[in-house]
Structures are given as structure tokens and as C-alpha cells.
T-cell receptor, first 112, second 116 residues
């Protein structure tokens, strides 16, 4: 069955450093991969989408890579700030329908 | 992007009762989705609600337990019926973005439900 894995342990990063989060998937080939941010008690907020034919996507301090051979996406936040502290979710589409498959998320803590 | 509101934001309910959650969008959308998110877990899709048709439920979710209404293109409700403590969760509604649901979804703030 289709499966997404994100680091379940919280990631602690010093302010100003680059935070890198990982999303691995198995058993299928998504056309799109999305990253969302979720703050406690709030719904997920869309950040970036990357397509299968794109290697890298950037938006301000955010960078996403998509390696379809490794079946992995990396999400980078450069010059991290305490305000970046949140849980980050990856989601992949299923090419057979409109549904998304969601990872459980990685909690990122940026320490001042 | 769409702006979505949900009511109530949170509630504490007794087992055996029912709660109806409302989802309002600031623009007309074809597809609305209802998710459940339990602590530390990924989002689980409950059902998809299209205006003018019956909701489509995912495996493990049934209409008798989670009846859904979609009276127009900006509004939907999800009812959690005959609640038990296992229904304690965050319930989220979402809508598709301009590129379709496979490209982007916009979420409401969620309804945090605790069943005693």
C-alpha cells in the first residue's frame, strides 16, 4: 500500500541555521508533492507544490527538492527563525483520483 | 486562496450525543473535503462533499455515523453522531485550490472535539 514517512521526532535547530525536513514515500509515483505548515490548534496552510518533472522549487527562504528515483522530498528553511517553529506536513497526490496521501508531519523547533 | 471558517472551534461533548460542525467558504467551490486528525497522526479523509450530490465516504467511514450536508457551493456541515471517546479528534474541512485538489487544498482552522 502507499505510504509516506516523515521523521516523527521533533527537529531542534538553532536560529539562523538551515532546517531540513525529509519526506519519503513508497509504492507509487506521485505527480505532485506538497508541503504544508500546521500550527497547534490550526488547520494546515499550503506552502509549496513541486511537480514530478521539477527537481527544485523555491519560495523566499523555502526550498523543496523532489527526487523521484529516491522517492524523497527535502524541505529546507534557510536562515531559520523562531517563528518558523511548527509542524510541517508533506502530501502526495494519487494519480488515480483527487485524494491526497498525508504524512504525519515533523515538528520543527527553532531555538533562539 | 480561499478563506474558510469553521464552527464551533472546539467543544466538549458527552458520549451518545451528536455534534454538527459547520464549514463556510468565502468563494464558490465544487469540492469540499472533511478530514479527521488525531493527535500525532496524519490527516485522514472522511468524505468528499460535492454540491447537489451525496457525499462520497472513504473506507471506514459511514453516512450514519458522519452525515454530511452540502446545500450550496459555499457551505457544508459534518455531523458526528452517537459520539464515543474514540471520536475525540480535530475535524477539518478543506476546499480545492484553483489547480484542483491534487495541487492545493485550503483548510479551515479545525474543530477540536473532546468526547467524555
Amino acid at each position: 500500500s502507499q505510504k509516506i514517512e516523515q521523521n516523527s521526532e521533533a527537529l531542534n535547530i538553532q536560529e539562523g541555521k538551515t532546517a531540513t525536513l525529509t519526506c519519503n514515500y513508497t509504492n507509487y509515483s506521485p505527480a505532485y508533492l506538497q508541503w504544508y505548515r500546521q500550527d497547534p490548534g490550526r488547520g494546515p496552510v499550503f506552502l509549496l507544490l513541486i511537480r514530478e518533472n521539477e527537481k527544485e522549487k523555491r519560495k523566499e527562504r523555502l526550498k523543496v527538492t523532489f527526487d523521484t528515483t529516491l522517492k524523497q522530498s527535502l524541505f529546507h528553511i534557510t536562515a531559520s527563525q523562531p517563528a518558523d517553529s511548527a509542524t510541517y506536513l508533506c502530501a502526495l497526490d494519487q494519480d488515480s483520483n483527487y485524494q491526497l496521501i498525508w504524512g504525519a508531519g515533523t515538528k520543527l523547533i527553532i531555538k533562539p | 486562496s480561499a478563506v474558510i471558517s469553521q464552527k464551533p472551534s472546539r467543544d466538549i461533548c458527552q458520549r451518545g450525543t451528536s455534534l454538527t460542525i459547520q464549514c463556510q467558504v468565502d468563494s464558490q467551490v465544487t469540492m469540499m473535503f472533511w478530514y479527521r486528525q488525531q493527535p500525532g497522526q496524519s490527516l485522514t479523509l472522511i468524505a468528499t462533499a460535492n454540491q447537489g450530490s451525496e457525499a462520497t465516504y472513504e473506507s471506514g467511514f459511514v453516512i450514519d455515523k458522519f452525515p454530511i450536508s452540502r446545500p450550496n457551493l459555499t457551505f457544508s456541515t459534518l455531523t458526528v453522531s452517537n459520539m464515543s471517546p474514540e471520536d475525540s479528534s480535530i475535524y477539518l474541512c478543506s476546499v480545492e485550490g484553483a489547480g484542483g485538489p491534487r495541487e492545493t487544498q485550503y483548510f479551515g482552522p479545525g474543530t477540536r472535539l473532546l468526547v467524555l
